[in-house]
Nanobody, 115 residues
Framework: QVQLVESGGGLVQAGGSLRLSCAAS????????MGWYRQAPGKQRELVAT???????NAADSVKGRFTISRDNAKNTVYLQMNSLKPEDTAVYYC?????????WGQGTQVTVSS
């Protein structure tokens, strides 16, 4: 089993930056890929960015050029660097981990961007 704990959310002004962290524990060797999803009020949950065990990354068009996903293998932690934040980025952000046995989700962290 894999446990995921997100942190780093908060209140920021438009144009500001935040870095979200996701600390993984448990059967870490089973993780094939990790990523970030977000869900805004009244909207469907959407994929934001992913990173594979080999280090390949991908990002949604809506955040490409502003958000960057990265990892620190020594700390078993994945990050989401969020720059040039917009009010439409306001959402609960969830960390995910994919294994051969199933997918795991963190509890979510709130990001609020004021206009």
């Amino acid at each position: 089993q894999v446990q995921l704990v997100e942190s780093g959310g908060g209140l920021v002004q438009a144009g500001g930056s935040l870095r979200l962290s996701c600390a993984a524990s448990g059967s870490i060797f089973r993780i094939n890929a990790m990523g970030w999803y977000r869900q805004a009020p009244g909207k469907q949950r959407e994929l934001v960015a992913t990173i594979t065990s080999g280090g390949s990354t991908n990002a949604a068009d809506s955040v490409k050029g502003r958000f960057t996903i990265s990892r620190d293998n020594a700390k078993n932690t994945v990050y989401l660097q969020m720059n040039s934040l917009k009010p439409e980025d306001t959402a609960v952000y969830y960390c995910t981990a994919e294994t051969h046995w199933g997918d795991y989700w963190g509890q979510g962290t709130q990001v609020t961007v004021s206009s």
